[in-house]
């Protein structure tokens, strides 16, 4: 018969450290401390050593571009002599200039044909592409997403030709119009602007359309289902399922359409190069008319920060909404 050996309770009465006495010297720190914080120092070195090139290469080629530029616009310089001091008298230029305040004018029109209408097809399209079950569908994707590859140089000559007088769009038209079309659509100032902000839409919907489409495919296909079960048609579907999930794609699809729209140089250079007079004159395309053309590098230095400072806080505005709506 074996003894019993007694039991001790797992709770111990927990041990109150006794007080440090005045005067009594402070116990000396532990060695793994010290070790611990010579390891987060060395983490902190090695992660600066690792970013000094990267961050050397961003101020060499990103920071000091933009500084360069802030400094021009400050002077008057024809890109040539030595520049003289004008302080904001560019800027101020900037802001009451016709011609310079009509390009920014019509860069928000070209928003529009840009960014809001290939956003509602792209939305439609993408709704059909994604959920369609037909023989050929990557042809048609393909096919929507083809003005992307295309160089834009070239895909301006080629409607500047069918804008002609005498092009396929004037062509067309004599098929159901009385009489012979022969409108100049580039050469018109009531009609420029609207032409060259419809190619921009058939650049962007292709965009806008493959950007949606991953966003659609990402959604899980139970939603349809239950909509489906509940009664509701293709456009409630399409509006209470589709598009509130393909919110962030929505907003990517609207940041990189208005960028486009805002900086949007070669197409108006190639079509209209800002006319008829200034009808289709956008900021980018003054910059270069104002620091190649004129020889005014400090008014273009001082419109190039101006439309930074646009495109900055629009980007801002719209990632704040987005996280938001996303809360």
């Given amino acids: ?12 009465p927990l041990r109150r450290r006794p007080r440090r006495a005045r005067g009594e010297a402070a116990a000396p720190s532990s060695p793994n401390r010290g070790s611990g914080i010579s390891k987060r120092r060395g983490r902190a070195l090695a992660a600066v050593a690792l970013m000094a090139l990267p961050l050397a290469v961003y ?3 990103m920071l000091y571009p933009i500084g360069r530029v802030l400094v021009l616009s400050l002077y008057t310089w024809d890109g040539l002599g030595t520049g003289t001091w ?6 101020r230029l900037t802001f009451t200039d016709p011609r310079l305040v009509g390009a920014f004018a019509h860069a928000l029109v070209l928003i529009v044909f840009y960014a809001v209408i290939p956003l509602a097809i792209g939305l439609v399209l993408a709704s059909l592409l994604a959920r369609a079950k037909v023989r050929g569908i990557g042809f048609f994707r ?25 092009g396929l769009l004037n062509t067309v038209l004599s098929w159901f119009v009385p009489g012979e079309v022969t409108t100049a659509w580039l050469g018109d100032y009531s009609t420029a602007l609207v032409a060259v902000g419809l190619i921009g839409t058939w650049v962007s919907t292709g965009l806008v359309t493959v950007l949606l489409m991953s966003g659609i495919a990402g959604i899980p296909k139970d939603y349809y289902e239950a909509a489906t079960l509940d009664g509701a048609g293709w456009f409630r579907q399409f509006r209470y399922v589709t598009v509130p999930g393909v919110r962030a794609e929505i907003l ?6 208005i960028i486009s729209a805002l900086k949007t140089f070669d197409l108006v250079y190639m079509t209209t190069s800002g006319g008829p007079g200034t009808s289709t004159t956008v900021p980018s395309y003054e910059v270069y ?4 053309r004129l020889g005014q590098v400090g008014t273009a230095s001082s419109l190039a920060v101006v439309l930074t400072l646009v495109i900055f806080v629009i980007n801002l505005t719209l990632n704040l909404v987005g996280e938001r709506g996303q809360k």
């Fill in 59 to 61: 101020g060499l080629f």
């Fill in 252 to 257: 990517v699809s609207l940041t990189l359409t």
């Fill in 289 to 292: 008319n104002q620091a190649f």
């Fill in 142 to 166: 393909t096919v929507v997403f083809l003005p992307q590859v295309i160089a834009m140089v070239v895909l301006a000559i080629a409607w500047r030709q069918i804008y002609q007088p005498n």
């Fill in 1 to 12: 018969m074996t003894s019993a050996q007694p039991i001790r309770s797992a709770a111990l």
């Fill in 86 to 91: 004008a302080g904001l008298d560019n800027y």
